[in-house]
């Protein structure tokens, strides 16, 4: 028996894990946030042959869970990764055109809520059966919910300090216990270079800006490397971003990508 409320990440370890236990387990989860990445968790564990119950009591998920289950193997073909993608989206949107592939129009990522959020903004983007490609355009600030999709924070305050008028994030508090604590990081490192935000409760206020030259230490946070390599596009002059090889994380050819070069240090 288990109850944990703070990151969906510890929850995925214990959905993988405790099928191989020798007996049953039950994991109450109180306030789920990321709902979304734990109902893929679960898809995933039934392709592989593991069966897991849930099911909603108030506020609370309860997942049961047999013990001595074995993983069958399978062969899949693996999507995309849309909470990389988000930053070249935004890339896309403020500096000129992207072509991004790989990406299921019918994912159900939540981070494909960009894709929702650019439709929303009428950012120009042209949809073929193997690619994305978004073109720069001019849009108004936004007001965003992310408390169930937190990595789309950081290219989402870069997208806000582009807009042509103010935008509002929510959900920041679910950035404080990331690589990172991610709320203050991003906070900081980006008012140093001009970003103008402000920080309310759970939200960010973002101002459009002019971004200035400076150092940015993502604090070996990969996501915070991505996104202010984005902001970087549109400062005024050279933006060095120390440790960048931290987005190897989970981007491991994002520099390349960028078709820019980079030194670790």
């Known amino acids: 028996y288990f109850s944990y409320n703070n990151t969906s990440q510890i929850l995925t370890g214990l959905l993988f894990a405790l099928p191989l236990c020798d007996e049953d387990s039950i994991l109450r989860i109180e306030n789920l946030n990321s709902i979304g990445y734990i109902d893929l968790t ?57 072509k991004i592939r790989n990406l299921s129009i019918d994912s159900v990522q939540p981070d494909k809520k960009i894709y929702e959020l650019f439709l929303i903004l009428n950012i120009k983007m042209c949809v073929d059966v193997d690619a994305i490609t978004i073109f720069q355009s001019d849009f108004m ?64 206020i973002i101002y459009p800006s002019a971004l200035n030259s400076g150092v940015i230490d993502p604090h070996f946070d990969h996501r915070i490397a991505m996104a202010a390599a984005i902001a970087a596009t549109q400062a005024k002059d050279e933006i060095r971003i120390k440790n960048a090889n931290c987005v190897n994380k989970s981007y491991p050819d994002f520099w390349s990508a960028l078709q820019v070069d980079f030194t670790a240090n």
Do not use: H
């Open 42 to 98: 679960v898809k995933i564990l039934n392709d592989f042959g593991i069966l897991i119950n849930k099911r909603c009591n108030q506020n609370n998920q309860i997942f049961n869970i047999k013990g001595r289950q074995k993983y069958n193997s399978q062969m899949m073909d693996l999507e995309g990764d849309w909470s990389a993608a988000a930053n070249l989206f935004v890339l896309g949107a403020i500096a000129g055109k992207v």
């Open 141 to 204: 600030g936004f007001e965003f919910d992310a408390t169930q999709c937190p990595d789309l924070i950081p290219p989402l305050v870069v997208l806000a300090l582009n807009a042509k008028s103010k935008s509002k994030i929510i959900g920041i508090n679910r950035l404080t216990n990331k690589e990172s604590n991610r709320k203050l990081v991003l906070y900081n490192e980006l008012t140093t270079i001009g970003a103008k935000i402000e920080i309310l409760d759970d939200s960010y």
